[in-house]
């Protein structure tokens, strides 16, 4: 997807053990966005990025940190699985220049299950 | 707190007629507004943008308009096709900040 890749794209864990997903674009994007869909509450921001070690929080980042060392690469990671972050997890990046200005472009998604 | 809402949650409709899809927000200090197209089991694919000093942006069957003032966006997809369903959100990011808020989507179906 426009050169957005989620891994992994399917996990199942136990409550209680660590969680990283990871998001890579290959187009230098300044911003980058983690968000999780759950039915009922639509897509909802963790966090995000607006450049190298520049990170902000989301309306629901509690249980949640993240991590952009490199212009391609941002990591969620979830530092104690619980239940209640059994979700569908999104990364987006926004355009920059040209017709693509400002456009969110999404990942295929991150499916994860905590038993 | 900004809200994003759409309106109905749900919709079917007969091959060949017209969409209207709605979206309203409580901030008239919008920045930009976006459409998406999400499948069952799929990411979301961007359909149009509409920047805050525009008032529609067109593409293909689909036209969408963004009124400030009154709070609203609405998407209409000329002549619906069954390939047409799917989930339709709109986000608004209502600062240059670049945080987008979405709404919970409708759920469009077009019968043959």
């Known amino acids: 997807d426009a050169g957005i890749t989620q891994s992994p794209r399917h996990k199942v864990t136990e409550t209680g053990t660590p969680v990283t997903l990871r998001c890579h674009q290959t187009?230098?994007?300044?911003?980058m966005y983690w968000y999780r869909q759950d039915p009922g509450h639509g897509l909802r921001l963790i966090h995000y990025s607006y450049g190298v070690k520049d990170t902000d929080k989301g309306e629901v980042s509690d249980g949640y940190s993240v991590s952009r060392s490199k212009t391609e690469d941002f990591l969620l990671t979830l530092e104690s699985a619980t239940s209640s972050q059994t979700s569908v997890y999104f990364c987006?990046?926004?355009?920059?220049?040209?017709?693509?200005?400002?456009?969110?472009?999404f990942g295929a998604g991150s499916r994860l299950t905590v038993l | 707190k900004q809200e994003v809402t759409q309106i109905p949650a749900a919709l079917s409709v007969p091959e060949g007629e017209n969409l209207v899809l709605n979206c309203s927000f409580t901030?008239?200090?919008?920045?930009?507004l976006q459409w998406f197209r999400q499948d069952p089991g799929k990411g979301l694919t961007s359909l149009l943008l509409i920047q805050s000093s525009q008032r529609e942006q067109t593409s293909g069957r689909l036209n969408a308009s963004l009124d400030k003032s009154s709070g609203r966006s609405t998407l209409y997809i000329a002549a619906s096709q069954p390939g047409d369903s799917a989930t339709y959100l709109c986000?608004?990011?209502?600062?240059?900040?670049?945080?987008?808020?979405f709404g919970a989507g409708t759920q469009v179906v077009v019968t043959p």
């Open positions: 987006a990046i926004r355009g920059t220049g040209g017709a693509g200005a400002n456009v969110l472009t």
């Open positions: 187009e230098n994007h300044r911003y």
């Open positions: 901030d008239s200090a919008i920045y930009n």
């Open positions: 986000a608004a990011e209502f600062s240059s900040w670049g945080k987008f808020q």
